[in-house]
């Protein structure tokens, strides 16, 4: 077992205590919610009628973590922990930028929420793999949520993505 990680949580004790302290809980599940920023999405059109991709992998990441806010503490191990907000309509505008993502890693991309203090946003794709999108460029930071969440409450520095 590794080191930071108890038998009773799927996720290390910091990233635990995080989301905890954000009120989330094994089982949390708010399909509702879910389905109420999956209609908000699927309705949205950008100016030039690009739109945005729903699918299960981000109805899902919704159910469980959104509306949390995350306010990780301590000082990180590589980088400053990362504050986040689970709500997809911080990326309600940015149909186009996630299309572009998605055509770019050959999948789709929905958005999952924000970094609070930088405002990137953070989407996941159909296999939910979970990025960043900020000023400086795109950043991958797991495989899945969970592996996204231990990346930017602990610190730990993300991929920058190169395409093409």
């Known amino acids: 077992m590794h080191p930071d990680r108890t038998s009773t949580t799927r996720f290390a004790v910091t990233v635990d205590?995080?989301?905890?302290?954000?009120?989330w809980l094994p089982g949390r599940w708010d399909i509702k919610q879910a389905e109420i920023w999956a209609d908000a999405l699927r309705e949205h059109a950008s100016p030039a009628g690009h739109r945005h991709a729903v699918f299960p992998a981000?109805?899902?990441a919704w159910a469980e973590f959104g509306g949390l806010h995350l306010a990780p503490t301590g000082p990180g191990r590589q980088v400053a922990p990362v504050g986040l907000h689970f709500d997809p309509l911080h990326g309600l505008h940015l149909a186009r930028t996630l299309a572009d993502l998605g055509r770019a890693l050959?999948?789709?991309v929905c958005p999952l929420g924000a970094e609070t203090d930088s405002q990137a946003l953070l989407a996941i794709d159909t296999e939910g793999r979970?990025?960043?999108l900020d000023h400086t460029g795109d950043w991958y930071l797991g495989h899945d949520l969970d592996q996204a969440l231990t990346t930017l409450v602990s610190g730990i520095e993300p991929t920058r993505l190169t395409t093409g």
Do not use: K, P, S, W
């Open 58 to 60: 981000a109805v899902e």
């Open 130 to 132: 979970v990025y960043a």
């Open 17 to 23: 205590a995080t989301l905890r302290a954000a009120g």
């Open 106 to 108: 050959d999948t789709e």
